[in-house]
T-cell receptor, first 112, second 118 residues
Framework: GENVEQHPSTLSVQEGDSAVIKCTYS??????FPWYKQELGKRPQLIID?????GEKKDQRIAVTLNKTAKHFSLHITETQPEDSAVYFC???????????FGTGTRLKVLA | GAVVSQHPSWVICKSGTSVKIECRSL??????MFWYRQFPKQSLMLMAT?????????EQGVEKDKFLINHASLTLSTLTVTSAHPEDSSFYIC??????????????FGPGTRLTVL
């Protein structure tokens, strides 16, 4: 089955700097890759997603890149702010199954 | 739109009792609902997938007789933790997807239920 690895597990950056979180997946049939932000005790919130027919997607300070050949995708947050501090999860989904397999999570801390 | 609710938001029960958690899609029809379990500082682990009107599909290692899932309507799925034990204490989150025919379906997550078994 699908396996998703995520790195780093923790990340501290200074306010205004950029943060990059990387994920790799194992099943080449995966075709949808969402990223979620989760604050303590809250539900995961979708922040950006990318489909396998696209290599890059950007939404203001957030961008995601996908390399299908290497089977990895990355989340880029620019101009980080303290409110970006949270746990971020990547996920991969295989067409037709609709299941999400989540990465292990990255705890991002933005230092003011 | 695309709001998913869960009830209760938290529950404390004694060991050996059963607990039912409800997951509702409030403004759309959910053809498929998913149940996840999340232990502290860990990722979301998919427990099972439920489709309206059919039996749930459980992930490997999840006991179907312990975690009973019912998806009786297009807006409601329930998870019953039977004979709960302290090791079942966790954050249980449901999600739902619509049935618009697209191959890519975003999942909408509920707020989660924190279960504590004494």
């Amino acid at each position: 089955g699908e396996n998703v690895e995520q790195h780093p597990s923790t990340l501290s950056v200074q306010e205004g700097d950029s943060a990059v979180i990387k994920c790799t997946y194992s099943d080449s049939a995966s075709n949808y890759f969402p990223w979620y932000k989760q604050e303590l005790g809250k539900r995961p919130q979708l922040i950006i997603d990318i489909r396998s027919n696209v290599g890059e997607k950007k939404d203001q300070r957030i961008a995601v890149t996908l390399n299908k050949t290497a089977k990895h995708f990355s989340l880029h947050i620019t101009e980080t702010q303290p409110e970006d501090s949270a746990v971020y999860f990547c996920a991969a989904s295989i067409e037709g199954t609709y299941k999400y397999i989540f990465g292990t999570g990255t705890r991002l801390k933005v230092l003011a | 739109g695309a709001v998913v609710s869960q009830h209760p938001s938290w529950v404390i029960c004694k060991s050996g009792t059963s607990v039912k958690i409800e997951c509702r899609s409030l403004d759309f029809q959910a053809t498929t609902m998913f149940w996840y379990r999340q232990f502290p500082k860990q990722s979301l682990m998919l427990m099972a997938t439920s489709n309206e009107g059919s039996k749930a599909t459980y992930e490997q290692g999840v006991e179907k007789d312990k975690f009973l899932i019912n998806h009786a309507s297009l807006t409601l799925s329930t998870l019953t933790v039977t004979s709960a034990h302290p090791e079942d204490s966790s954050f249980y989150i449901c999600s739902a997807r619509g049935g618009d025919g697209s191959s890519y379906n975003e999942q909408f997550f509920g707020p989660g239920t924190r279960l504590t078994v004494l």
